[in-house]
């Protein structure tokens, strides 16, 4: 993964909300075909971080490179609010997510993007009545419809049972493969453990360790990432 | 666009908010108003200030949620990300709620004219017409600065009671002020909705061109203030929400 091309690079971020710095000196990159986790407690700056890599927030220090010009039209989200529009069904809330790429996409098109996260018997199911898997697969659905290049995903696998953690993970898993980008901020170790080629962890704004999951636990002698999660952020 | 436009405008039909305030509520109070007080006169009143009610809890008091739960649940973030810009998404959206109000009041329009016989003119239609695509956009406006305001869904309703309701009051839409104190007469020319009711009781049984050029113009500057002021106070999350000294943390 190391010689894979780079699609951003953020060098020295740093974003402020009054007297509170936020991200403070961040610098990261995100390489092709790659999956990086972003990790660390609550209020570490994950959410921030991403969402100047994005561009969706303006730093007030540091740079945001992308490699290509294009590539921000490239770039799929998945925010962690699901569904993102209760009241429409699954297929209407992917309608939405099509008109928002500008994309004329027929319903029979938008059927096999929902099929694909296995969503094809719920087309026509209102999206709040969803399972917490269900609407999560759907929300990725969406992030997917414009068969992105790179992939951000905001706590995927968030309170949702061990089945539909395990689902949403094995789509995950299957998009990698496929040689999309993948970027997601979890809470879920073993989960992190699992998917991740590169981890990417962040505590009070700022990055304490990056690595692969195997240097990582080498370089801090730890038995698995949840020991070396706790030992980074005891702090 | 067009895909945007269509799907907000059949999910309207389904969101009981929207069910309950521009299309029971106004047939209720036209009904309602309308057999109780049998006054001659009085139907053509009701019908302008029914309709200009129906924009007020439409666009004014339906929109502030609206908004509210897209910038809550990222949808305005998300349309950073994408390639419909998101004036393109709230143009749409609100294109949607003016195409509701439009139908309905179109159907109070003939509800008054077979119940109660008040039969606007063809001018009068198409001065009502006017007024409602500004009137729309005008409290469109204010139901996003509302929205702006609010963090959550108790903020948004006390700041949207707070802002319709003072102007319901202090208007004409269902009793004349002729009678009332003066404070409350000057309190009237203060806001959009006073000369939305008068721009539309000119269009239901007409009055003096210059009082209607008057209404229009006064609703059309509290329509460029507000859409700026909803421009200037627009966020994309609740991390940007500015006049936080008015709102609890």
Sequence with gaps: MANQPVLIRAASLVKRYG????????SLSVNAGEVLAVIGPNGAGKSTTL????????????????AESHLRRRIGVQLQSTPLFPGFTALENMRLAAAFHRLRLRDAELLRRLAACGLADEAKTDAARLSGGQQKRLAIAMALVHDPKLLFLDEPTAALDPRARREVRELIGSLAEGGTSVVFTS????????LADRIVFIGAGRILAEGTPESLLDAYHAPDLEQLYLRLTAG | MFAVFRTLLIGQFRDAHTLFWTILLPFALLIGLGLYFDEPGYAERLLAGVVAVNILFGPGMVTPFQVMTLRNRGVFKLLRAASLPTSAFIAASALARTALSLVVGA??????????????????????????????VCFTAVGFITGNL?????????????????????????????HAPQWVKIASLLHPFSHFVDLLSAAVHGSRQADTWASAAALAGFTAVCLAVAAATFRWDQEGVRFRFLVKD
């Design chain 2, 150 to 178: 609010a963090r959550n869904g108790s903020d948004t309703s006390m700041i949207s009671n707070l802002v319709c309701l003072p102007m319901l009051f202090a208007s004409e839409a269902f009793y004349s002020l002729e």
């Design chain 2, 107 to 136: 159907c109070l329009v003939a509800a008054s004219a077979v119940g109660f016989g008040v039969k606007p003119t063809i001018p009068g239609l198409a001065l009502m017409l006017f007024a409602l695509l500004l009137g729309s």
């Design chain 1, 51 to 66: 969402d100047l890599i994005l561009r969706l927030r303006t730093p007030d220090e540091g740079t945001v490179e992308y």
């Design chain 1, 19 to 26: 007297r509170r710095t936020v991200v403070d000196g961040i």
């Design chain 1, 187 to 194: 809470h879920e170790m073993e989960e992190v453990h699992r």
